[in-house]
């Protein structure tokens, strides 16, 4: 693997569990700041469907030896450079970090063939730059009926847009059409996303 990384090591990102959104918004930041020249090939990838149950294998927080989990939703970093060279940085995964994305991807996501339509995951990938500014959250969606943290929050201040507005929700909906960036079903995701080399010298022939 290519050793010119984002983000050398893990231990340098914010991470706090949980609020992976957040998580992946200051990696999007973290580039803005020392790497800007690569912003414009960074995307936030949130992961969800309808149902908002969305089964994930290699997860930190999974159960079994496959470490599987079923999440609401997940949101991770990616870095695409070039064709071939497609880079996903998953702070909540057992995967090395980062990780080619076709290998994420079928570790991760296997396939929905084996599973219920309920189950089916889609993708809304925003650019980096959209990200920064658009997305905010006062993390209500992290309170209790009676205003108690289900986890603890960052140390930081929420992450607010211009307008002040949590809006979470509509990175989260799976809707086309609505929200920003693109919504792919997951077969769709690795049409655009993934290039083999051998795709990639006919291409170039």
Same mark, same amino acid.
């Given at each position: @693997?290519?050793?010119?990384?984002?983000?050398?090591?893990?231990?340098?990102?914010? !991470?706090?569990?949980?609020?992976?959104?957040?998580?992946?918004?200051?990696?999007?930041?973290?580039?803005?700041?020392?790497?800007?020249?690569?912003?414009?090939?960074?995307? $936030?990838?949130?992961?969800?469907?309808?149902?908002?149950?969305? =089964?994930?294998?290699?997860?930190?927080?999974?159960? /079994?030896?496959?470490?599987?989990?079923?999440?609401?939703?997940?949101?991770?970093? @990616?870095?695409?450079?070039?064709?071939?060279?497609?880079?996903?940085?998953?702070?909540?995964?057992?995967?090395?970090?980062?990780? !080619?994305?076709?290998?994420? %991807?079928?570790?991760?996501?296997?396939?929905?063939? $084996?599973?219920?339509?309920?189950?089916?995951?889609?993708?809304?990938?925003?650019?980096?730059?959209?990200?920064? *500014?658009?997305?905010?959250?006062?993390?209500?969606?992290?309170?209790? =009926?009676? /205003?108690?943290?289900?986890?603890? =929050?960052?140390?930081?201040?929420?992450?607010?847009?211009?307008?002040?507005?949590?809006?979470?929700?509509?990175? *989260?909906? @799976?809707?086309?059409?609505? /929200?920003? /960036?693109? %919504? !792919?079903?997951?077969?769709?995701?690795?049409?655009?996303? !993934?290039?083999? =080399?051998? @795709?990639? $010298?006919?291409?170039?022939?």
């Amino acid at each position: @693997m290519a050793t010119d990384f984002l983000f050398p090591k893990i231990a340098d990102c914010s !991470y706090v569990s949980c609020y992976c959104e957040e998580n992946v918004w200051k990696l999007c930041e973290q580039v803005k700041r020392t790497r800007p020249e690569e912003l414009a090939t960074c995307y $936030a990838v949130f992961v969800s469907n309808e149902g908002r149950t969305v =089964p994930l294998w290699r997860q930190k927080a999974g159960r /079994g030896d496959d470490q599987v989990v079923i999440w609401d939703y997940h949101v991770f970093f @990616m870095h695409n450079p070039s064709p071939n060279r497609c880079l996903v940085f998953d702070l909540d995964t057992t995967l090395p970090f980062p990780t !080619y994305f076709h290998k994420y %991807v079928t570790e991760t996501f296997r396939s929905d063939l $084996a599973l219920r339509p309920e189950h089916h995951r889609f993708f809304r990938v925003i650019p980096a730059d959209t990200y920064l *500014i658009e997305f905010s959250s006062d993390r209500r969606h992290m309170r209790r =009926p009676d /205003g108690s943290w289900i986890k603890p =929050p960052p140390s930081y201040p929420p992450i607010l847009s211009n307008t002040n507005m949590h809006c979470l929700g509509d990175f *989260i909906c @799976m809707s086309a059409g609505k /929200g920003p /960036g693109a %919504v !792919y079903s997951l077969s769709e995701f690795v049409h655009n996303f !993934y290039k083999s =080399p051998n @795709m990639v $010298a006919q291409n170039n022939k």
